[in-house]
């Protein structure tokens, strides 16, 4: 009974949605006022038809009804509660579901938080978002039905794939998710301006807040994917450019430079088309990034959706909604009148600079990512693009976006000067300048110029904060004062750019990494990194779906002799998909991770893999920073997310921040 | 500045951030592309020793032996296409725990000069009926295996040279 109303709940929100993408535009065209202000209800109706659905989903996982395929094949009655909840996403259908009900909450927040749009522009953004969903939801109940029945139900489900059975993964699906489908908000205005024939500052101010949080989100996201394949897969890398990673990294980096050119748009007025195109691209990527992915054109390690049957329907409906917006875009946006004009040395000339190379960058992973299944297609030969390739492109384009960052803050808007803005930065400079010395004189060129610029994106970002708070320079008082005043969007920005100087430190000492590969009996010890691993013991753990082997180690400094750290890494077999799965035993102090991964077990020893990383936290530690930089930058832009009259209220006590 | 200056300053920048990326892509393509290559490929086409490519095929049955090199683990195994074609390969580190004789296998690496093949990596896959795409489309072409009509065939069937590749 429960999956019924939950499938009859999918169509029903489908038909809203159809009516939701009619009207609304239609009403909007026209001026009629009723059916502009029907918008909102409508898009919150949808949103409560899909999330009705979802916790019917839901409830048949709790509830274990193995009459439903989808809960059939991907839970048990053994496996335990939080995996039945989160193994409705964990598998094709589900996560479309889920993909669909965020969609649909983009626009319940749109009909919600945006009482202060124009009630045109607000009608036509909702009926966009409309439009989009109902073409998902009807590919969902064609092609890929959650409440598909089977009769007689099997006495016990196939349970959750062990791999994902982890609280890591549980999160990364819904927060991954709410990053892609965040970027459809960005994408609805500029198809909607994109109709109305008008984009200004106020275009930037509504699409920036909607386009950082979903930044935020999808920087989440991917760290969240890095670090549980980092933990759980026991490979000991962080980032393979597995296609469906680089996928999420396509959106990431469109979106970083929509974040950016919004910003010209909102305080400068230019940039104006290229913005609009940019969110356009940003969506597409998205959406090619969660469904290319599952169409079974990309194979990756993430092969538990691969289904080429409906690989037709997602084709078509990607082309519809990319080919089409692309189209509207070269019909319409010749009537977006240009304005703005800047000096190429100036706060706008770096951000443009900025989305030169992220975007120079995106398309190089792009084809490095899409050129293996198109020789594949053309030529029947099969080739794979790796790491060598993207260390060899990525690395020489991201090294002149590290060292802009630093610089474009402090530049003025509209003509600014290098020298004043250098001279500001000079301890920031010098102290990466050492730090990349003494680097370069014991690990190497590359290393050394990593640890150079991340130094450089911390310090200078500090340093744009000591510019503004004219630290040093007038009494103390008057300093704190002044940093008082910021607004939160300066700090957001520059600790976002500090999170990114982290993250790139984090990578440079992964790159550094040492590990070996040893077989080992209990009492036997081996010596790596400075550590002295000694195997203790081996013994049996019993789980609840699941038998485990566990090792006991026991590491210590290899100079002092002190413990350092008791390790226990473990193997997990699961009967019921007779899969083995790896718990890898990671201990960090913060500047390094001893990380073991234990393997098979041969004539009274244990192979076991042992990695000494140096600052691998770091890595997600930086992205967690950026991201909160991202939510203090937008708990700024919150009271005046599209409130004008509001605007003019604290306009009247007089400006007391200078501007950015 | 006037906007005719702006844009001529806002296209040699896009030409150049493209421009270098174009370059270095083509650069990578040239010297960073791994191409898949079945057994029967690797004894015609004899990849340079040294250049990495991606060996794909079933382990030949009867041919995986476990070694010990100084306290480091490794295996040999065969890697074959089902037409009588084995390469030897020899790998230094922990094989994936759903790595099997009679398995479909890809594995990354390259030739050494004494024609064995040297893997740097074996690629795991998630679950154990799993067949890596890239084989199963080789397996195809090779009318091997129809995946429409049921599982692979048994390991026996990859037989052919197994044992006598075991024996030497």
Redesign the interface.
């Known amino acids: 009974m429960i999956p019924e109303l939950g499938h009859f709940a999918i169509a029903l929100a489908c038909v809203i949605a159809a009516a939701q993408a009619v009207l609304s535009i239609w009403g909007a065209h026209r001026g009629d006022a009723r059916l502009i202000a029907a918008a909102p209800a409508l898009a919150l109706g949808q949103f409560i038809a899909v999330g009705l659905s979802f916790l019917a989903l839901v409830w048949s996982g709790v509830v274990s009804d193995f009459s439903v395929m989808n809960v059939a094949e991907y839970s048990s009655a053994l496996t335990p509660l939080l995996y039945k909840i989160t193994g409705t996403w964990g598998n094709h259908e589900g996560s479309i579901l889920l993909w669909c009900l965020i969609l649909s909450l983009c626009g319940a927040t749109i009909a919600v938080f945006g009482r202060g749009l124009p009630s045109a522009l607000r009608a036509r953004v909702i009926g966009v978002l409309g439009a989009v969903s109902c073409g998902f939801l009807l590919f969902t109940l064609t092609a890929s039905d959650p409440f598909n029945r089977i009769w007689p139900p099997p006495p016990d489900g196939q349970g959750v794939?062990p791999?994902l059975q982890d609280p890591g993964l549980a999160f990364h699906p819904p927060i991954l998710y709410a990053g892609y489908v965040g970027f459809s908000i960005a994408f609805a205005f500029a198809v909607a301006s994109l109709i109305e024939g008008r984009v200004d500052a106020a275009w930037g101010r509504w699409v920036r807040p909607w386009t950082l949080a979903a930044w935020c989100f999808l920087t989440c996201g991917i760290a969240l994917g890095s670090w549980w394949s980092y933990y759980e897969?026991g490979?000991g890398g962080y980032w393979f450019w597995d296609p469906v990673e680089n996928a999420s990294l396509l959106p990431w980096l469109t979106g970083t430079a929509l974040l950016h050119s919004a910003i010209v748009v909102e305080k400068r007025e230019a940039l104006k088309i290229w913005s609009v195109l940019l969110a356009i691209i940003t969506f597409s990527l998205s959406l090619s990034g969660t469904f290319l992915v599952r169409s079974g054109l990309l194979?990756s390690?993430h092969?538990?959706a691969n289904d080429p049957t409906r690989g037709i329907f997602i084709l078509a409906l990607l082309g519809i909604v990319i080919g089409g917006s692309l189209l509207l875009f070269a019909l319409r946006a010749p009537v977006l009148v240009p304005a703005g004009?800047?000096?190429?040395i100036s706060r706008e000339?770096a951000l443009?600079?900025n989305n030169?190379?992220l975007?120079?960058?995106a398309?190089?992973v792009l084809?490095?990512t899409m050129?293996p299944p198109f020789v594949?297609l053309l030529f029947g030969?099969?080739?794979?693009?790796?790491k060598?390739?993207f260390d060899?492109?990525v690395i020489?384009?991201a090294a002149p976006v590290m060292a802009a960052m630093g610089l474009g803050p402090v530049l003025s808007w509209k003509?600014a000067a290098l020298a004043p803005a250098l001279i500001r930065l000079w301890w920031a400079a010098l102290a990466a300048l050492v730090v990349g010395l003494i680097a370069a004189h014991g690990l190497g060129a590359i290393p050394a110029l990593g640890f150079g610029f991340a130094l450089w994106m911390v310090l200078s970002a500090a340093a744009e904060l000591v510019e503004r708070g004219r630290l040093f320079r007038v009494p103390l008082s008057v300093s704190w004062a002044r940093l008082r005043q910021l607004p939160r969007a300066s700090y957001g920005a520059a600790i976002g750019h500090a999170g990114l100087g982290v993250t790139v430190a984090g990578m440079v000492g992964m790159s550094l990494a040492v590990h070996?590969?040893?077989?080992v009996k209990p009492g036997q010890t081996?010596a790596l990194g400075g550590y002295r691993w000694m195997l203790v013991s081996l013994h049996d753990q019993p789980g609840p779906n699941w038998m485990g082997r566990v090792a006991t180690l026991q590491v210590n400094d290899a100079a002092s002799g002190r413990l350092v750290a008791i390790m226990h890494p473990g193997?997990r077999s699961f009967p019921l998909?007779?899969?083995?799965?790896?718990d890898v035993s990671i201990k960090t102090n913060g500047l390094r991770d001893l990380y073991v991964?234990m393997?098979?077990e041969?004539g009274g020893g244990v192979?076991l893999?042992l990695h000494v990383n140096p600052l691998a936290p770091w890595i997600w530690f930086g992205a967690l920073i950026m991201a909160i930089g991202g939510w203090l930058s937008l708990s700024d832009r919150r009271l005046r997310i599209g409130a004008p009259l509001r605007r003019v209220a604290t306009a009247r006590r007089g400006p007391v921040v200078p501007a950015e | 500045m006037t906007r005719k200056r702006r844009r001529l300053w806002v296209l040699v920048a896009c030409g150049l951030g493209f421009g270098s990326a174009t370059a270095l892509t083509l650069s990578a393509f040239t010297s960073d592309i791994v191409f898949f290559m079945l057994p029967g490929d690797v004894l015609t086409k004899h990849p340079a020793p040294g250049r990495a490519f991606r060996l794909g095929g079933m382990v030949a049955e009867g041919t995986l032996k476990q070694t010990m090199v100084d306290g480091a683990p490794g295996a040999v195994f065969g890697v074959t296409d089902g037409h009588g074609h084995v390469v030897p390969a020899e790998y230094q580190g922990v094989l994936p725990d759903l790595f099997r004789e009679g398995q479909g296998v890809v594995a990354m690496g390259a030739m050494t000069p004494d024609g064995d093949f040297r893997a740097t990596e074996v690629l795991a896959k998630h679950s154990a009926d799993y067949m890596p795409p890239e084989v199963e489309a080789a397996l195809k072409k090779n009318h091997m295996w129809n995946p429409a009509t049921g599982a692979p065939p048994p390991a026996a069937a990859w037989n052919g040279t197994g044992a006598k590749l075991a024996g030497g």
């Open positions: 794939n791999l897969l490979w194979n390690v092969a538990f004009i800047f000096a190429p000339g443009v600079l030169i190379l975007c120079a960058i398309a190089v084809v490095g050129y594949q030969q099969q080739i794979s693009v790796g060598p390739f060899s492109t020489p384009l003509r070996s590969i040893q077989l081996v193997k998909q007779q899969t083995t799965t790896t991964a393997g098979d041969r192979v893999r």
